[in-house]
Structure formats: structure tokens, C-alpha cells
């Protein structure tokens, strides 16, 4: 009990130390409370920072930073105006459309499954059989008619659509063309002592710029290859599955487990077990490879070095805590708690 009423002590009586712990709990509340409510804020800051690193890199190749800015404030527009008027309406599209198919997927489906106390008797029963078609099609009929609620609901909501549509564009521009005088502003508020946090800043900073830009790259770089290739071999609702498999490279490792079971299932329900099928798992199973041992080491070479457990216990936890935002940021975060353990001062450094 002593050896930690001396640590706390230690603790305590170092300026830097305190600093750094009000902070990190000040940021988790801040983030906890009013995440919701600051969304369109959060979200500007996230795209300002990920669209900071071609600003820098135009601003290498001597143009001005105004000019820089407005160069990739234009290119972002357009491609917000892109998903928002291209994409989007087709990735609703085919939604309805595949919702309105479960009924004809289960019945092909289900004549699959009636061959299976047939062929395995001493398994399965024809009363089990059925059993299992109604629980599957009642979970997929529930589950689809979910995502169909949902899309109308929040997809087209008007209100959301005109915050996000109009509010993050301006404040994304602000906060790229401001920065300077934002981090002033801040620096100026600051304690002066704060060496240990600008050390946890320095290292949580270049490795979350680096983590979120190359994640944006891999996300579209995973889309556009798998929609060319469901494209050209013709498997339905290409650019809906393309985009699952893109998002899917968000969460390490259970990601693109997860998001094979819907490309087979739709494989299988087009083609049954044909060539055709086959093909596309295979060209679908090459493509994970690259992803996972091409494109993510020249992406993310020494840009994170945290063990799989702990990806996976981050992916866990700060998913639970903040939703789809928890799991997208959660190498990032884990990173902010690897830098903030490796810059806490050890009770050697702490006695010398």
C-alpha cells in the first residue's frame, strides 16, 4: 500500500503528468457527451486532417497554402457531389432491389437445404430442415426489411442531409484554411509546461494522419478494384457488395471475414455451384491476398506497430463505447494509449 500511495504521490507532484491526465479525460468526455450532438464538427476535423496531408504535399511543390486549400477543397467537393448524386442513389437502388429478393433467394435456398436429409440422413431430419428454412427466412426478412427502415429513415432524411451537405463543406474549408490560427489560438490557452503531452501529440499525430490517409486510400482502392471485377463478371448488386467490401478493411482481420458470407451467398444464389462462381471467389480471394500483403504494408509500413490482440481488444472496446466512429478510429486510438505508456515517466526516470 505504500509503494502506491508513493507512485500516486509521484504522480501527482509532476506538473506534465497532471496535464497529460486531465487532458486524455477531458477528451474522452468531451467525445463520450457530445459526439452526438457535434457530429458535423467531428466529422470536418477528421476530413480536414485527412485532406491536410495533399495540402502539405502541394505546399512541397512551392504552392501557396491558400492555393493549396482551395486546389483540394475543389477536388473534395466534387467528390462528395459525386457520391452523393452518383453513388448513392444506386447503392439504394440496388438495396431495395436485393431486399425485395430474399423471398426468391430463400425459395433457392431452400431447395438446396430439402437435398440435404437425402443426402445425409443420419444429420439431418426433414422436420429440422424446415425448422431451419423458417428461422432463416424470418431473421433475413426482418433483417432486410431493418436496413430498408433504416435507409429511409436516415439516408433521406432531409434535415441530415442539408447539416451534413451543407455544414461539413463549409467547415471542413474553414477549419483547412484557419489552421494555423486554430492551432495559435490553442497553443496560447495551453499550460507551457506540456512537453510530455507535445511528445504523446507528436508521435499519436503522425501516426493517425498516416493511419486514416492510407485507410481512405485502401477503402477506395479495395471498392474500385472489387466493383471492375463484379462488373465484369457479372454478379448482381456489384457496387453494394464492392462498397461492403471496401468498408469491410475498416476493422482488421474480422472485416473481410465478415463480408465474404454476403459476396458467396449472392455468388451461389446467381450461379449455384457453376464456373461462374468459382471464378469470382477465386478473382474475390486474390484480391483480399493483394489487400492483405501488398497494399497494406506499402500503406501502413511502420505506421502502426501494436500486436493483433491488442488491435482486436481496441476494435472491441472503443467500438462498444462509440459505435461505427469507435471501431473506424480504434488502431488510432490504441496508438494515442501506446504513445501515452511509452512517454509516462518510469519510476527510475521519476528518481534520477
Not at 156 to 174: E, G, K, N, Q, R
Amino acid at each position: 500500500m505504500d509503494n502506491i500511495t508513493q507512485w500516486f504521490r509521484r504522480q501527482v507532484a509532476n506538473p506534465q503528468i497532471v496535464f497529460l491526465t486531465i487532458a486524455l479525460i477531458a477528451f474522452i468526455l468531451f467525445i463520450t457527451y457530445t459526439g452526438q450532438m457535434l457530429a458535423p464538427v467531428l466529422a470536418s476535423i477528421v476530413i480536414a486532417y485527412l485532406l491536410e496531408g495533399i495540402v502539405k504535399y502541394l505546399q512541397r511543390l512551392k504552392v501557396p497554402r491558400f492555393a493549396s486549400v482551395v486546389i483540394v477543397y475543389i477536388w473534395f467537393v466534387v467528390f462528395i457531389l459525386v457520391i452523393m448524386f452518383a453513388l448513392m442513389p444506386l447503392l439504394f437502388n440496388q438495396t431495395k432491389e436485393m431486399v425485395q429478393n430474399i423471398p426468391a433467394m430463400l425459395s433457392q435456398g431452400q431447395a438446396g437445404l430439402l437435398t440435404l436429409p437425402q443426402l445425409y440422413p443420419e444429420l439431418f431430419s426433414e422436420v429440422q430442415v424446415y425448422d431451419m428454412i423458417d428461422s432463416i427466412r424470418t431473421e433475413l426478412t426482418g433483417y432486410g426489411q431493418h436496413i430498408l427502415t433504416l435507409s429511409l429513415s436516415s439516408v433521406t432524411s432531409l434535415i441530415s442531409v442539408l447539416i451534413y451537405a451543407i455544414l461539413v463543406p463549409m467547415l471542413v474549408f474553414l477549419f483547412l484554411k484557419d489552421k494555423d490560427k486554430i492551432l495559435a489560438w490553442l497553443h496560447e490557452r495551453l499550460p507551457k509546461d506540456r512537453q510530455l503531452a507535445d511528445q504523446v501529440w507528436g508521435e499519436v499525430d503522425i501516426n493517425i494522419g498516416n493511419y486514416i490517409r492510407g485507410k481512405f486510400w485502401e477503402i477506395l482502392l479495395v471498392w474500385a478494384v472489387c466493383w471492375i471485377t463484379f462488373v465484369v463478371m457479372g454478379l448482381q448488386w456489384a457496387a453494394l457488395l464492392a462498397v461492403l467490401v471496401g468498408l469491410s478493411v475498416i476493422i482488421p482481420y474480422v472485416g473481410a471475414s465478415v463480408v465474404t458470407i454476403p459476396v458467396a451467398m449472392v455468388a451461389w444464389f446467381q450461379w449455384g455451384w457453376t464456373t461462374p462462381f468459382f471464378y469470382l471467389m477465386l478473382a474475390y480471394l486474390v484480391i483480399q491476398a493483394l489487400d492483405g500483403n501488398l497494399l497494406v504494408p506499402l500503406l501502413f509500413s511502420e505506421v502502426v506497430n501494436i500486436h493483433p490482440i491488442a488491435i482486436i481488444v481496441a476494435i472491441l472496446f472503443f467500438g462498444g463505447l462509440w459505435g461505427f466512429w469507435g471501431v473506424f478510429f480504434a488502431i488510432p486510438l490504441a496508438t494515442l494509449v501506446q504513445a501515452v505508456i511509452s512517454a509516462w515517466p518510469s519510476s527510475d526516470r521519476q528518481t534520477e
